[in-house]
């Protein structure tokens, strides 16, 4: 949209005619248009084993179909029609027709809007013109951005107006006068470009906060395409950058997908028969199909490319725009490391240096980079991914500590290895990277794609490198611990087998290949067991003592569980988590070491006194809930129905007794605001104790507000595992998350005659991973299949 409406020409308020095509009428049909062939050719059926349905190395080029054509041909179509109706409404005289926006860059989708400005010389009847022109379009259904401006009045609006004058820095021609259009655009860019400081930062500024609020469209479940970071407006940003005569304009690579990005925008607008720039989950399979693509993994892959191909583009841009704001770096060089020097603020090759002759220096070089906090330059980029030869493998120690070098830089090493990504050097020093580069997660706990993720971790892992013996092989297995994610089956598991291969390539000793493999193999063992089993039971802690088999393997999976949920999400890690693993480690090293397993805990004075009451007593302290009452099966999950009724979350529950009174302490947080009164909550609890609140109705009620899930959920899971406890049945669920979850369960173990002495609840995004030590009416395992099958079955049916 250029500027406000102008010159009085609002759309008036006029009673809704019926929406039809142009067609006839000459005007771009607003219907959906039908989907281009959906064969999926021999090639690509025959590559449906792979991870991803591409080629090795070609995620982004040469496989989607392209709506290019279709963009040129609707626009050129358009520009008829609008030509047509601006002869039956003007003779030409002192008075143009210009377009702006997507129909300016002749990039029309389905469900883009006509963005058009009438200028004039003047004209006194310019408002019987502009009305004989908008009428039309709006009856036609197509929505239409527009103004009316003399040639004085656009320059002036583009003047305070950025979007306004990033729409005049592209527009072109339709129809009436060129010497009015001409005037209009040269007049707006020789201002842009004199004022093109003050105007640059405006332009960031408003690329900043299009990011904070849209995201990042490489990383999001549900990008948003047109203003998300590494989407089209970043792109058009930079073609004004480039109109001000301070960058070049965007290369090859970032047009590329720029195009891309336009092509997923248009199948979208056919999917869904309207204007939308956010891709939601239930139209990305069909998406994929008018693409030609095998499925939404495969486009969203390709879209996690496109989009840090733009945003790598941006920041290079943007840094060469930092350059000329802050005036010109100091001269000189700086030496870095051998071959490696700073320049101007960023890291170039010295003099001399020889990438053929050295196939080190592209590690040093990035070394050099992390450790300096510097940027390579993107000449110095170019030249290394052209003329480096491959590494010796296996790697001599230099290029190994260069590698661990660039980890260790923390923070500092994630931009230098996404330079390392986008000059396409990574793949080429590590095969294996190829199937996890811009796979998506398709999981909202994490904020990454597989890739990123993963250098992420090895950020983060490098602020615990003091709390290992081995740091160097903490960094190595926080950058690889899902690298068996681009293969199937469990990723643990394959990655155990991948990241024997990396370490026998990057020439790490045997030994502490065999520690690499191991730390991958069970980089989830902490986490898991904390959160899914009962730390009281010697059984918990002797299994994890048994499979880490060492205190050097036990530090280096603690600090990766740590680097690891940090880097997945606020919802992979938090205080709780983190207590859990804490006390857990704690459990394991003393086992290591040669003492019996801690004794289950005693009541705490707190719980003891309240137990001495024997009846019911309710104690609400934060986000710790007390209970204790006479002990009887149904408890745990009666107390839970109360808490689900009052908008709280059950992240754990545990339970211990003293004589006849059982004592259950639930850790909870808000489902959203603030927390519920406690002298309420306190009151209900006594209630449902005392048997006389239905619980089950005052969920039924709360139940009828919530939204069922918008897109299809995998079934529930009802597990029994074996061998996790001698003195308890272990079972697992794993269900979509809902108010009153645990209430149901707990009341499917109450017709099965069970009672629970222990659970352990999480909830991982939308999804319920929750675990139950239940035992029977005499305390004692199940042991019977039928039994075990009937638990199965009810559980079952309560989350149906």
Request: with cysteine.
């Amino acid at each position: 949209m250029v500027g406000a409406r102008g010159h009085g020409h609002p759309r008036p308020h006029r009673r809704a005619r019926p929406r039809r095509p142009v067609g006839a009428g000459g005007g771009p049909a607003r219907t959906r248009a039908s989907a281009p062939d959906r064969q999926v050719t021999a090639d690509r059926q025959a590559r449906r084993g792979r991870p991803d349905g591409a080629r090795r190395g070609d995620v982004l080029r040469g496989e989607a179909r392209s709506y290019a054509a279709a963009r040129k041909e609707r626009a050129a179509d358009t520009d008829r029609w609008l030509k047509d109706l601006f002869r039956t409404a003007s003779d030409g005289d002192g008075v143009s027709l210009v377009a702006v926006g997507s129909l300016g860059r002749g990039e029309l989708a389905p469900g883009s809007d006509l963005d058009l400005v009438l200028l004039h010389g003047s004209r006194d009847d310019v408002g019987r013109v502009a009305d004989r022109i908008w009428y039309p379009i709006w009856d036609s259904g197509v929505g239409l951005d527009h103004s009316v401006r003399t040639v004085e009045e656009a320059v002036a609006v583009a003047r305070d107006d950025l979007k306004a004058v990033l729409g005049l820095i592209q527009a072109r021609h339709v129809a009436g006068d060129p010497e009015l259009t001409r005037k209009a655009r040269e007049a707006v860019l020789a201002e842009w470009r004199a004022d093109s400081r003050r105007r640059l930062g405006e332009l960031r500024e408003a690329a900043d906060k299009r990011a904070q609020t849209s995201g990042e469209v490489a990383f999001l479940l549900e990008p948003d395409l047109k203003d998300g970071r590494g989407g089209l407006r970043d792109l058009q940003a930079m073609q004004a950058v480039a109109a001000a005569w301070v960058a070049s304009a965007p290369g090859p690579r970032a047009r590329e997908a720029y195009e891309y990005i336009l092509d997923v925008r248009h199948a979208l607008h056919v999917v869904t028969g309207r204007g939308a720039d956010r891709l939601v989950l239930q139209e990305q399979e069909a998406v994929a199909g008018l693409l030609g693509l095998l499925d939404a993994e495969a486009l969203m892959r390709r879209l996690a490319e496109a989009g840090r191909t733009i945003s790598h583009a941006f920041d290079v841009t943007w840094r060469t725009v930092d350059r000329l704001v802050s005036g010109p770096a100091p001269r000189g060089r700086r030496p870095l490391a051998d071959g490696v020097v700073e320049h101007g603020g960023e890291v170039v090759l010295a003099r001399g240096a020889d990438p053929r002759k050295d196939p080190l220096l592209v590690l040093r070089a990035a070394a050099a980079a992390a450790d300096s906090g510097l940027p390579l330059a993107p000449a110095t980029m170019s030249v290394l991914a052209a003329q480096s030869p491959p590494l010796p493998v296996p790697w001599p120690d230099e290029a190994r500590d260069a590698l661990v070098s660039i980890l260790g830089a923390g923070r500092a090493a994630v931009p230098v290895w996404e330079e390392l990504d986008q000059a396409g050097i990574l793949v080429k020093m590590l095969p294996d990277w190829e199937r996890v580069r811009h796979r998506p997660q398709r999981n909202p706990i994490h904020r990454f794609t597989v890739d990123r993720h993963l250098i992420e971790a090895a950020a983060n892992a490098a602020s615990h490198t003091r709390e290992v013996s081995r740091p160097d092989l903490l960094l190595i297995a926080a950058l690889l611990h899902d690298i068996g994610k681009g293969w199937p089956g469990d990723h643990s598991a394959t990655g155990e087998v991948v990241v024997r291969d990396i370490a026998a390539r990057i020439g790490l000793p045997p030994a502490d290949g065999e520690i690499l493999a191991t730390v991958v193999r069970h980089h989830l063992l902490l986490p898991e067991t904390a959160t899914r089993r009962d730390l009281d039971d010697p059984v918990t802690i002797e299994k994890v003592a048994g499979t880490v088999g060492s205190r050097e393997v036990l530090e280096l999976l603690a600090a990766l569980a740590v680097a690891d949920g940090h880097a997945t999400g606020p919802a992979a890690w938090n205080s709780w988590k983190a207590g859990l693993v804490a006390d857990l480690v704690r459990r394991v090293r003393s086992v290591l070491s040669g003492s019996p397993p801690p004794k289950p805990p005693s009541l705490s004075p707190e719980q003891a006194a309240l137990a001495r009451h024997g009846g019911g007593a309710v104690r609400v302290n934060g986000g710790a809930v007390t209970v204790v009452a006479p002990d009887r099966i149904g408890l745990l999950w009666s107390a839970a129905g109360v808490l689900a009724a009052h908008r709280l979350i059950v992240r754990s529950a545990a339970s211990a007794s003293a004589g006849s009174t059982a004592v259950i302490e639930f850790s909870v947080v808000p489902e959203y605001g603030s927390p519920p009164d406690p002298a309420t909550l306190e009151a209900d609890l006594r209630l449902v104790l005392a048997g006389r609140l239905d619980i089950e109705q005052r969920l039924a009620r709360r139940n009828r507000y919530v939204r069922a899930p918008r897109v299809p959920v995998a079934p529930p899971r009802v597990t029994l595992v074996d061998d996790a406890s001698a003195t308890a049945t272990v079972v697992e669920v794993r269900a979509h998350d809902r108010p009153g979850l645990l209430w149901r369960i707990g009341r499917a173990f109450g017709e099965c005659g069970l009672d629970v002495r222990a659970a352990r609840v999480e909830t991982l995004g939308a999804e319920a991973v929750d675990v139950f030590y239940v035992v029977d009416r005499a305390g004692r395992p199940l042991s019977d299949d039928a039994q075990r099958g009937q638990v199965r079955d009810l559980v079952l049916a309560a989350l149906r």
